[in-house]
């Protein structure tokens, strides 16, 4: 598996939170896109994000906050939509692993990324920012029922010396 670092801009985007179990259905995501279709933020032109708030080794699942994004055009206009939040994602140099399999196996993407990869790596992770799971396509079309995510971990250099 090649990880490459890249450095994404800060970007910001409209989200529903939902709070419970990861493995749980994700209603949230099926409010968002609906909201986001009727606005005409929809791929290629913007991206759906998933943002894991918590780690499910350290807070109970059903304490569990995930946001589903979609990113946003320069300018759309916010007043407009007092039924969403907005937020902006910090900007920086993130690990990308790029995923391809059921969406039940994504923890072990992470589990590789910090397990593994950043440990053997020049890179730290940067806990100040979130992961982001950049969902590519809906399993639900996969002839095979699998996810297609960019998975960017945010990293810093290791400091040395």
Known sequence: MEIIVKNLPETEVAHIRRTGSYFEPQDHW??????????????PQQSF?????DNPNQVENKDCRHDAC??????FDKEKHKEIKFKKLDGGDYALYPFYDTPDKLHN????????WLPNSGYDPDYARHNL???LNNPAEDAEGKCRVDLYVPVRRKITG
């Open 70 to 75: 979609v990113t946003l055009p320069e300018g």
């Open 49 to 53: 994000i998933g943002i894991s708030l």
């Open 30 to 43: 099926g409010r968002l896109i609906s909201w986001a279709s009727n606005n005409n933020l929809i791929p």
């Open 109 to 116: 993407a992470y589990q590789y990324m910090f397990g593994e």
């Open 133 to 135: 799971e950049f969902n």
